[in-house]
């Protein structure tokens, strides 16, 4: 999949892509507890979009101009603005 294909409610996706600037992390309390949040920017050719990972683990190791894969990922919106989400059950992957 490419970045310009996502919209809201996609579930499952898997794409590859640039990092390209990261935005911040910070804990914020959900239903599940207390949860580390990562967000990045990332791109491919077709575009660009923010990328939240959940989780200590998940995204600890990514770093700018890394290339990456994400598998099951999920597409939500915030303030207006789509953003790729990696939760429990997706996986980001350094390649």
Do not use: C, H, P
């Not at 979009?49 to 995204?59: A, D, F, N, P, Q």
């Amino acid at each position: 999949m490419k970045i310009s294909e996502l919209s809201l409610g996609n579930n499952r996706v898997s794409l590859e892509a640039i990092v390209r600037r990261k935005l911040g992390e910070r804990e914020v309390v959900t239903r599940f507890g207390k949860i580390l949040l990562r967000e990045f920017e990332i791109e491919d050719e077709s575009g660009k979009v923010k990328l939240v990972t959940w989780g200590r683990k998940i995204g600890s190791n990514v770093n700018v101009g890394d290339r990456i894969r994400i598998e099951n990922g999920f597409v939500t919106s915030f303030r207006g603005e789509l953003q790729l989400n990696v939760g429990r059950y997706g996986n980001l992957e350094v390649i």
